[in-house]
T-cell receptor
Framework: TQLLEQSPQFLSIQEGENLTVYCNSS?????LQWYRQEPGEGPVLLVT?????EVKKLKRLTFQFGDARKDSSLHITAAQPGDTGLYLC???????????????FGTGTRLKVLA | DAGITQSPRHKVTETGTPVTLRCHQT?????MYWYRQDPGHGLRLIHY???????DKGEVSDGYSVSRSKTEDFLLTLESATSSQTSVYFC?????????????FGPGTRLTVL
């Protein structure tokens, strides 16, 4: 069974601070995605990383896929209150004969940025 | 954003009753998914569909069934609801693009089984 563990589970920081969220597994994934979820809403995709060692930037957010494609990190620079939310990583797991991946989600990191 | 709606948004039911949740998408996506979200577990895949009348099980499929009679609609049925099925249920459809498959999620259905 493929599992994705995220750390930390909860994070409360002051505006302007930097933070890193980790997503780790013992399994290899074809790709890894990061989502952000607001209360009462569904997750929204932020980024997909595909190649081992790949780094992608989305404004103040930097995403990295581990060289072995087993882990990923999300770094936020100068966090703002608008960054508050639940961050989820999701790995594209076993390829099904139906022609799609079964996506495995991490347990989530709840971030609160205080003004 | 893909147009994905879920109904109902909230439901309270009693143990042993059947419950059907509906997901509707307007993007003509082939693949659709049902997940449940519980504290400490993230999102877990219940069932998914890869076309009309084509479905397969996810990691937590026991006690759930699905049906897809039209591309736009994906139904999740709890045959006999139990308290352990109290959860928030999310539907998603998949926009397939090279190296950037994107799941678009609905707003969720909060189900309480008493």
């Amino acid at each position: 069974t493929q599992l994705l563990e995220q750390s930390p589970q909860f994070l409360s920081i002051q505006e302007g601070e930097n933070l890193t969220v980790y997503c780790n597994s013992s399994s290899v994934f074809s790709s890894l995605q990061w989502y952000r979820q607001e209360p009462g809403e569904g997750p929204v995709l932020l980024v997909t990383v595909v190649t081992g060692g790949e780094v992608k930037k989305l404004k103040r957010l930097t995403f990295q896929f581990g060289d072995a494609r087993k882990d990923s990190s999300l770094h936020i620079t100068a966090a703002q209150p608008g960054d508050t939310g639940l961050y989820l990583c999701a790995g594209a797991g076993g390829w099904a004969t139906s022609g799609t991946y079964k996506y495995i989600f991490g347990t989530g990191t709840r971030l609160k940025v205080l003004a | 954003d893909a147009g994905i709606t879920q109904s109902p948004r909230h439901k309270v039911t009693e143990t042993g009753t059947p419950v059907t949740l509906r997901c509707h998408q307007t993007e003509n996506h082939r693949y659709m998914y049902w997940y449940r979200q519980d504290p400490g577990h993230g999102l877990r895949l219940i069932h998914y569909s890869y076309g009309v009348k084509d479905t397969d099980k996810g990691e937590v499929s026991d006690g759930y069934s699905v049906s897809r009679s039209k591309t736009e609609d994906f139904l999740l049925t709890l045959e006999s609801a139990t308290s352990s099925q109290t959860s928030v249920y999310f539907c998603a459809s998949l926009d397939r693009r090279p190296s950037t498959d994107t799941q678009y999620f609905g707003p969720g259905t909060r189900l309480t089984v008493l």
